[in-house]
């Protein structure tokens, strides 16, 4: 076997080989330069921005990961405590001006692709999750805003947001209501000043109290006056934790108050919060209520907030992809580097101890890992690229293509990396043996991060459900249809390659119509609850078509390239299509019977 000689250009963060070859071998991202809105930037901007993010995310990030998962934001009645470098990384953040690198240029954005800043800030998600937190929330925050906000709305919170003086969240959830939005309680009440006043509380709120910026800009979900029951009678108002003065100065303290900070296995590093609003600690003008601004109109709210959620859904995808990618290069790292055992074949106890990736279980390991995470982060990226046709192709249909895509593929780039990536995790410790579960090794605390992301922004069966019941069928199937048409299209291209990519195409093929086919089985009768009694399932088959889709994708960037880098892609593709592929047959198997059994499982049977 090949001796591996580090280069310069190594890291245990994200291989900044596979990114380069997505994003220029495969995505061809510098194509995008021909579209107005990107027109000022090149290859060479792209690259910059790329090698500077890596190189601040690894000076600046990594390096209290630990500490802040070791001594997480504490609450003393008053105020939030959080290790200073979490307030000097993201200090540093904004000053290189990444919180609005995708931004508009007309709030001082640099207008950057979204697939490049995905990339770009996938290197802070694997160097430190916790800290890299408090900016994505706040670019998606300003998204939505520019969006959906008035001029006004966008003037006044979206400008700061950008500069980095000012961080913003998303509040969904209550104590009472986790998940199911419809029961949201929270309510707004018309101020007669064009303002509102809030009453309510809010849980598991990123961000949602901390000294590290000016000012926080609550983007909060409430019920107005008369408004319709359930989801359509939402409205979305922005709250921010400081009133700001006309000249945009920091004004009176509203009456957003912290009750308390919930304590994760993971994460920890960022504030996760129970606010209540309007409880009556501060009383901007003597009023009871937190004020709040009404973002567009009333009882549209939960359609404004999918901006957000939908770009958050995808960026926890990217997050949970970078945690099993840093995982699996710490895991490969330490496989290279550890003796212990000795060849198969050798008979004599004094035959010197070998490396543990000599051995044939731990590159199974290692092959699992490259196969979900190069996998993964293929698949985040090109999501971002179809934001970015969405928003900028030249043809209408085009854009609407993209569109399409977007949305049946979203909950797949949610839950599929945050289902295997987190495998990957696991895989990790066990190539760590006894070191991979104590705290000494990073590879343990990448598991507990992880293990959040199959719950944030929608867990695991909500994404099944979404999938199933309204993704894959709405528009009488056309965003199936479009789906299952790209795949052929893969397929027709990976036959005309001949070898290996041919015999891929069969085995892709014929999952991808197992797919369409037992979709429509599904909805046959149009009975739901027959059709979605195996959502997650449902998902888990669908994703790993997707999945082998995309692994055809970069088997034909790679083509005959030369060198382990193209020799590694190609062995992972076999992987896939060898080990994981297969496992789809079972799942459509017990999806085209329609079984039932655990929904016909009574509550007082367990």
Known sequence: MAKHTPTASDSLLLSRRDLGFLLHEWLHVEDLTARARYAEHDRATFDAVLELSETL??????????LGDAHEPTFDGERVHVIPEVGEALKVFAEAGLTSAGLDASVGGMQLPRVVTDACFAWFQAANVGTSAYPFLTIGNANLLLAH???????????????????????????????????????????????????????????????LTENIVHLVLAR?????????GLSLFVV??????????????ND?????????????????????????????????????????????????????????????????????YTGYLHALDYARTRPQGRPVAAKDPATPQVPIIEHTDVRRMLLAQKAYVEGALALTLYCGRLVDDQRTAPEPAAREEAGLLLDILT????????????????????VHGGYGYTREYDVEQFYRDNRLNPIHEGTHGIHGLDLLGRKAVMKDGAALRLLLGRVEDTARRATSAGGDAATYATSLREAATRLGTVTARLWQDGDPRTALANASVYLEAAGHVVLAWIW??????????????????????????????????????????LDTTAADMEPDWF
């Not at 003008?285 to 004020?291: Q, S």
């Not at 780039?413 to 990957?424: D, G, I, N, R, V």
């Open 57 to 66: 995310a690894a000076r600046h990030f990594a390096p209290h990961n630990k």
């Open 149 to 211: 906000g008035s001029r006004e709305q966008i003037d006044t919170f979206v400008r700061p947001m950008a500069e980095g003086r000012w961080f913003g969240t998303m509040c969904l959830s209550e104590p009472q209501a986790g998940s199911s939005l419809a029961d949201v309680r929270t309510r707004a009440e018309h101020a007669g000043d064009g303002t509102y006043r809030l009453f309510g509380n809010k849980m598991w709120i990123s961000g949602g109290d901390h000294e």
């Open 224 to 232: 107005t006056p008369g408004g319709p029951a359930g989801v359509k």
């Open 240 to 253: 921010p934790k400081y009133l700001v003065d006309d000249d945009g100065g920091i004004g009176a303290r």
């Open 256 to 324: 957003v108050v912290l009750a308390g900070l919930n304590h994760k296995m993971g994460y920890r590093g960022t504030t996760n919060t129970l606010l209540n609003f309007g409880e009556g600690a501060h009383r901007p003008g003597g009023e009871p209520g937190a004020v709040g601004y009404l973002v567009g109109e009333e009882n549209k709210g939960l359609a404004y907030m999918f901006h957000m959620m939908n770009e958050a859904r995808i960026g926890v995808g990217l997050g949970a992809t970078a945690l099993g």
């Open 411 to 430: 909950p797949i780039a949610k839950s599929w990396p945050s289902q295997w990536c987190l495998e990957a995790n696991s895989l990790a410790i066990q």
């Open 552 to 593: 055809l994708e970069q088997l034909l960037a790679a083509g005959a390239g030369e060198g382990g880098f193209y020799a590694g892609k190609r062995a992972a593709a076999r992987y896939f299509f060898r080990y994981e592929l297969p496992r789809t047959a079972p799942q459509f198997a017990l999806l085209e019977s």
